[in-house]
Nanobody, 125 residues
Framework: QVQLVESGGGLVQPGGSLRLSCAATGFTSRYEAIGWFRQAPGKEREVVSVITWSDGSRYYEDYAKGRFTISKDNANNMMYLQMNNLKPEDTAVYFC??????????????????WGQGTQVTVSS
């Protein structure tokens, strides 16, 4: 059974850091991309960052560039999001998502086949 389980969320002060983790289990074949989305209260879900499994190409939404870093551990089927210099507007539920076949449309929710349940990130003083 395919499972994506996020962890690492929490409450952090503005300017602080968090590292999110996503454990991807149960896949019978290699998926081609994995990434993070987020959904703030009252807003639509939006992409944060995506990484391709084969060559590790990284894609970041503009607000994440320079502050967030996506990485992966192929051997342990883990994916991470290091978030630095967090801002109150980063407050959201962060979701891990998998794209089985890479189509290049990394910003579209419809491109992703599996989703985790999410982990809450709250940035507040």
């Amino acid at each position: 059974q395919v499972q994506l389980v996020e962890s690492g969320g929490g409450l952090v002060q503005p300017g602080g850091s968090l590292r999110l983790s996503c454990a991807a289990t149960g896949f019978t074949s290699r998926y081609e991309a994995i990434g993070w989305f987020r959904q703030a209260p009252g807003k639509e879900r939006e992409v944060v960052s995506v990484i391709t499994w084969s060559d590790g190409s990284r894609y970041y939404e503009d607000y994440a560039k320079g502050r967030f870093t996506i990485s992966k551990d192929n051997a342990n089927n883990m994916m991470y999001l290091q978030m630095n210099n967090l801002k109150p507007e980063d407050t959201a539920v962060y979701f891990c998502a998998v794209q089985l076949v890479w189509n290049g449309n990394w910003k579209l929710e419809e491109s992703y086949d599996y989703w985790g349940q999410g982990t809450q990130v709250t940035v507040s003083s």
